[in-house]
């Protein structure tokens, strides 16, 4: 994938992107620094966060893809 230049948003330890697969097609990616992350003790926010994502299917709600 490709991330384009523009920003959709900034969070607490993160920001959104927007990015482009190898088809074209646009979708929002969250990235997430490894070292804040490990430093205050976040860990298990994040993996809370992703493991709910993962299970909702929810119209109103962005559908969680991939992790890496």
Request: charged share 25%.
């Amino acid at each position: 994938s490709d991330v384009c230049s523009s920003d959709l948003g900034i969070g607490g330890f993160s920001k959104v992107y927007l990015a482009r697969d190898y088809c074209g097609n646009l979708f929002a990616m969250k990235m997430i620094e490894k070292d804040f992350i490990i430093k205050n003790d976040k860990f298990k926010i994040v993996l809370q966060e992703k493991n709910i994502l993962s299970m909702i299917d929810h119209p109103f709600i962005n559908k969680l893809y991939e992790t890496y």
